[in-house]
């Protein structure tokens, strides 16, 4: 263990990275195995203030090793980690406390104690920083009215709806003002209303306080409704990163085209199954678009007859993406595939079909 770190356990040494102080978290190279499997293998990844960084992946992937890592309670074999420009890796339990609190979590159990009011909960770790009780109800009253449940402050939780409950928990990880907030699946619990209306709460927050979120899931909804840029995690590798937008609009890699595939528009199966390579009759094209190209006027252009067969245009950070499977004569597809290519488009030729489809 901690065969790399280069900062030793216990001395009370913090190394200060004075480069990047405006990044709230910094993982550089993290390595973390178990046996055999990499849990992390090599995971670089910067939040950078005011910045709401999705984290996506499938069971398995590495995020609950990568949060625990964060929080320091999971320690990585060999790299660094970085809170507001402070090295975290090789800080022993009492010298990690401090960076602790600047990271403010909330679960998908919502995690709340029940013997205690609402209040109560969301007062506690000021409780625990050991603050005079009238700051602390005063805080408390404060982020009640932040996340809308002021008329429930000496509720119990049992009582609560579940979006209530991950209120509540917003509120108490907001307490001691942290830098960070890190959401660990956090609407995954929730039906799709009420994560709308979570997701929607979380974006007013980083918008009116510039609070840096960092969103743990494996939804894409989750990061295409309020992300600013998501990082694609894999086998314990970032395998793809960028601003949200331009994801969605030309994912890179099969796990992030398998991610997308519940929220962009899907070939139907029954076109699927009539797909066959030998080039005849109607060439079957994917066309990913963006931002200007995505609006429309491209297909009035296009040099020839086609079927629009499928698909749609969405807004991702209010930029226009586009998923459109075309149907063009087989004989005219490279002249089909070299317009939308020269005009930005990304263009696969999914198959050919006989009849129409
Ligand atoms: N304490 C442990 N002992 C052994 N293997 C572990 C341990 N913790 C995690 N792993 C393994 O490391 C890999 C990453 O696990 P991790 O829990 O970080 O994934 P995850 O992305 O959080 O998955 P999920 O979405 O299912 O929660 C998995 O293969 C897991 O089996
Ligand atoms: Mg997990």
């Known amino acids: 263990m901690n065969s790399h770190v280069s900062v030793s356990g216990g001395t009370g040494a913090i190394i200060t990275d004075a480069r990047q102080d405006d990044d709230v978290v ?8 178990f046996g055999e499997t990499p849990a992390l293998d090599g995971v670089s990844l910067t939040v950078r203030k005011g910045e709401i960084l999705g984290i996506i992946g499938r069971s398995g992937a590495g995020k609950s090793t990568l949060i625990r890592c964060l929080n320091g309670l999971e320690r990585p074999e060999s790299g660094s980690i970085f809170v507001e420009g402070r090295q975290i890796t090789g800080l022993d339990e009492r010298e990690l406390q401090p960076f602790r609190r600047r990271i403010g979590m909330i679960f998908q159990h919502f995690n709340l104690l029940s013997a205690k009011t609402v209040e109560e909960n969301v007062a506690l770790p000021l409780k625990i920083e050991g603050r005079p009780k009238a700051e602390r109800l005063n805080r408390a009253r404060e982020l009640l009215e932040l996340v809308g449940l002021s008329d429930k402050a000496k509720a119990y939780p049992s009582s609560l709806s579940g979006g209530q409950k991950q209120r509540v928990g917003i509120a108490r990880a907001l307490a001691a003002r942290p830098a960070l907030l890190l959401s660990d699946e956090a609407t995954s619990a929730l039906d799709p209303e009420t994560t709308r ?31 600013d840029r998501v990082a694609v995690i894999d086998a314990g590798k970032i395998v793809e990163e960028g601003p949200v937008w331009s994801v969605f609009a030309d994912p890179q890699t099969d796990i992030t085209k398998s991610l997308l595939a519940g929220i962009r528009p899907q070939l139907p199966a029954h076109i699927v199954s009539l797909l066959s390579s030998e080039p005849t009759g109607e060439a079957v094209l994917g066309v990913d678009l963006a931002g200007a190209a995505a609006q429309g006027t491209l297909l009035a252009d296009l040099p020839g007859p086609f079927r629009l067969v499928h698909g749609g245009v969405d807004h991702v950070q209010n930029q226009a993406v586009a998923r459109l499977y075309l149907a063009v004569p087989a004989i005219a597809v490279a002249q089909f595939v070299s ?17 129409h489809v």
């Open 26 to 33: 910094r993982l550089e190279n993290v390595k973390r195995h």
């Open 197 to 227: 209306s979570i997701l929607a709460l979380l974006k007013d927050i980083n918008q009116k306080l510039g609070l840096t979120i960092l969103l743990i899931t494996h939804e894409m909804e989750v990061v295409r409704s309020i992300g």
């Open 339 to 355: 317009f939308l290519e020269a005009r930005s488009a990304r263009v696969e030729v999914l198959g050919y079909v006989t009849s």
